[in-house]
């Protein structure tokens, strides 16, 4: 295959991932509405550049995690067709990492944010 060719493919196969996900996943919604809500607070504080950068990140970071959640779970979901201890396990891991993510940014978001009201 044309290297070229593939390269195009791959971002082609990744956006219809991203879009299944925002159709199917109500979590991703939310994530992708709070970033949104982030950045419009930020535009408005006018934040620094240096805190752009790290609202940006933490952003994609929270929206990657939860992808990578939703990834684990269809494939959870697909290999196992009944209640197994071990498919519970893997899935309610993930969704902890999603919670991590989200905590863990919501609160560097807060401390980065709360300056500029003040």
């Given amino acids: 295959m044309d290297t070229k060719k593939f ?10 991932g991203l ?7 109500p979590n991703l919604k939310f ?7 982030v950045i419009i607070t ?4 006018k934040v620094s550049r240096g805190d752009w950068i790290i609202l940006i990140f933490l952003i994609g970071f929270v929206i990657c995690v939860e992808l990578t959640n939703t990834a684990v779970e269809a ?7 009944t209640n ?17 993510s989200a905590v863990t ?3 560097i978001g807060l401390w980065i944010i ?4 003040t």
């Fill in 7 to 16: 390269h195009v493919l791959s971002f082609k196969f990744a956006f219809e």
């Fill in 19 to 25: 879009v299944a996900a925002l159709r199917e996943e």
């Fill in 31 to 37: 994530h992708f509405l709070a970033g949104l809500l």
């Fill in 42 to 45: 930020a535009f408005l504080l």
């Fill in 75 to 81: 494939v959870v979901d697909h290999v196992i067709q």
């Fill in 84 to 100: 197994h201890p071990g498919a519970k396990l893997a899935k309610d891991i993930s969704a902890a990492a999603v919670l991590v």
């Fill in 105 to 107: 940014s919501v609160v």
């Fill in 114 to 117: 709360f300056p500029y009201f």
